[in-house]
């Protein structure tokens, strides 16, 4: 199997390097365009074929992810329609629905939302299949995706939820990380250390929700009467940051919505 990537930033990067770095795809395998020299130059690195010519990719390959920008899509969909019959197109555009898609090639279509944390193995995604994309492109999908991370086969009516919450969920990860770290020194640490043990503490915290559950009960555990954490999350709920946090959420999910065709 031929896997090509039409955009390649940083998203669509973060997919070619998980997908080697789980062994799900090999190297000689994949073949990626981009129209930046130097996301060229970093691609072949990995080992990979590149190309700035989208239709001889796709001629070349069974699947075809489509990582450009939302508002590119239509123009790569025009160059490349005449020889999309017989593909899989899986889509990374946020807002691009999978009818939009259908409407201007002759591919299968899926639509997938990852995120960049798919280029250490720890991907949160979620997909969608088109009308006439079939079992095997399920399982196909689920293989890639799920060898990076976890995924989730959802109503595509969702995608703009999702797109708010893990699409773009490392973001307000990284702020709440950079702020423990900025704490950290200000109490005299030194700044490796300090992010070291903020990344380190936020990769742990998910770790266990995971693997054991509810949030509500691993905070009692941790919160116990009259000790210090408690005093921290008494400034939290003060400051109000879960409202906040969730508007983040709903108001990257409408951004999505206005992005959509």
Not at 155 to 165: R, S
Not at 240 to 247: P, Q, S
Request: with cysteine; aromatic share 4%; proline share 2%.
């Amino acid at each position: 199997m031929r896997v090509g990537f039409i955009g390649c930033g940083n998203l669509g990067f973060s997919l070619v390097r998980g997908l080697l770095g789980s062994g799900a795809l090999k190297a000689g395998e994949v073949i990626a365009s981009d129209l930046i020299g130097e996301r060229l130059k970093r691609l072949r690195k990995l080992g990979i074929k590149t190309t700035i010519d989208n239709k001889k990719l796709v001629e070349s390959c069974e699947v075809v992810f489509l990582a450009v920008k939302p508002d590119a899509v239509e123009s790569v969909l025009k160059e490349v329609e005449g020889v999309s019959k017989g593909k899989l197109f899986i889509s990374v555009a946020a807002g691009v629905s999978t009818k939009f898609i259908e409407a201007r090639t002759r591919a299968r279509v899926a639509r997938i939302m990852p995120n960049i944390c798919g280029a250490v193995g720890e991907m949160a995604s979620c997909f969608s299949l088109g009308k006439d994309a079939t079992s095997q492109d399920q399982k196909l999908i689920k293989r890639l995706l799920g060898s990076i991370g976890i995924t989730f086969k959802i109503d595509e009516k969702l995608m703009d939820a999702i797109t708010g919450l893990s699409g773009s969920g490392p973001a307000y990860f990284y702020l709440f990380i950079r702020a423990l770290q900025e704490a950290g020194v200000q109490l005299g640490l030194s700044s490796e250390v300090a992010l070291k043990l903020a990344a380190q503490t936020a990769k742990g915290a998910g770790e266990m929700v995971l693997k054991m559950g509810a949030t509500e009960d691993l905070t009692r555990q941790v919160c116990t009467p009259k000790g210090t954490t408690i005093e921290g999350i008494k400034v939290l709920e003060d400051r109000k940051v879960a409202d906040a946090i969730k508007e983040a959420v709903k108001m990257a999910a409408k951004r999505a919505r206005e992005l959509s065709r």
